[in-house]
């Protein structure tokens, strides 16, 4: 009876294991900077997970798109509206920041 109580723990802490990952996000880089609305960023770390599912990215608590996402990638548009400061990445109930990223505004008589 031991011995099957054991093997059903096992079983359940490696199924457990494989769904969550015991790894926090981190942010090591961020292509640029600064920029405007509708461009392009990649974000580069480790414990972002192989596919979004649920996890989320934004830029000063504005949500953001994500184009692309890998383990030790997220490549993702600004957001419109957003304001300058740090982009997060939340995988789970962990969240990783970035530096500041400052949003800038379109030269005079450019479009969106």
């Known amino acids: 009876m ?4 054991q ?5 359940l802490l490696s199924v457990v294991g494989s ?3 015991l790894a926090a996000p981190l942010i090591t880089s961020i292509s640029t ?3 405007v609305s ?3 960023v990649q974000i580069s770390g480790s414990g972002f997970g192989a596919a979004q599912g649920s996890s989320a990215i934004s830029l000063n608590g504005t949500s953001a798109i994500a184009t692309s996402w890998s383990d030790t990638g997220v490549g993702l548009i ?3 509206g957003a304001t300058s400061g740090p982009f997060s990445v939340t995988v789970g109930s962990q969240t990783a920041y970035s530096s500041s990223f400052t949003v800038t505004a379109l030269p005079s008589g450019w479009l969106d």
């Not at 093997?7 to 079983?11: A, E, G, K, M, R």
């Open 19 to 21: 769904e969550w990952s």
């Open 78 to 80: 600004v957001p419109t």
């Open 7 to 11: 093997l059903t723990v096992l079983f």
């Open 2 to 5: 031991k011995c099957k109580w």
């Open 33 to 35: 900077t600064s920029g």
């Open 38 to 40: 509708g461009m392009q």
